[in-house]
């Protein structure tokens, strides 16, 4: 059974189309996050949500708009895609005050 | 901004030889963790390291923990085709509110020629 799924596994979109990723985890976590891998594999961490609520919001663009609609499940909306929001986008889960954070197999978005 | 540098940047070397990855940071972290991400997948959790000084091993890995909880290494002996993949340092921090942040190094890919 997998952990932490996301769906789609590729997504190649136009510019300035609207998308979205999904993400459910079955291991009873209490906090879910989303990170975008670049091209130099650099993992940055986009948003961190515990129990529904917004905890981290690291500077991204409104553009993006984390969606949990309950503690199983994190997707991220994305407006008005850009070039630039082509990556590797991972949602990982964890439980709070415990140590290790296991990661979905990632989604690959290629805005053209 | 929290920066982990990690060193090297890229590691080619032969099966049966040694190696060690540095995870070097300016700032203190409350636990260190290092990954391993292979490509298409997402990374894997290879350990946490929570005390100054902590050493732990896992088979042909060995992992310490700096003493000032700034910095971290992973040394591989007897490095095998298996062992290829990224290597991600992550440091754990928690916020003035109790928030907890993972940020994660810059990588290291290492390839183990057979």
């Known amino acids: 059974d997998t952990a932490v799924s996301q769906t789609p596994k590729y997504l190649v979109t136009q510019m300035g189309n609207d998308k979205s990723i999904k993400c459910e985890q079955n291991l009873g976590h209490d906090t879910m996050y989303w990170y975008k891998q670049d091209s130099k594999k650099f993992l940055k961490i986009m948003f961190s949500?515990?129990?529904?609520?917004?905890?981290i919001n690291e500077t991204v663009p409104n553009r993006f708009s984390p969606k949990s609609p309950d503690k199983a499940h994190l997707n991220l909306h994305i407006n008005s895609l850009e070039l630039g929001d082509s990556a590797v986008y991972f949602c990982?889960?964890?439980?709070?005050?415990?140590?290790?954070?296991?990661f979905g197999s990632g989604t690959r978005l290629t805005v053209v | 901004t929290q920066l982990l540098e990690q060193s090297p940047q890229f590691l080619s070397i032969q099966e049966g030889e040694n190696l060690t990855v540095y995870c070097n940071s300016s700032s203190v972290f409350s636990s260190l963790q290092w990954y391993r991400q292979e490509p298409g997948e997402g990374p894997v959790l290879l350990v946490t390291v929570v005390t100054g000084g902590e050493v732990k091993k896992l088979k042909r890995l060995t992992f310490q923990f700096g003493d000032a909880r700034k910095d971290s290494s992973l040394h591989i002996t007897a490095a095998q085709p298996g062992d290829t993949g990224l290597y991600l340092c992550a440091g754990r921090s928690i916020s003035n509110f109790g928030n907890e942040k993972l940020t994660f190094g810059t990588g290291t890919r290492l390839t183990i020629i057979p």
């Open positions: 949500y515990n129990n529904k609520e917004l905890i």
């Open positions: 990982a889960s964890s439980q709070r005050k415990q140590n290790g954070y296991t």
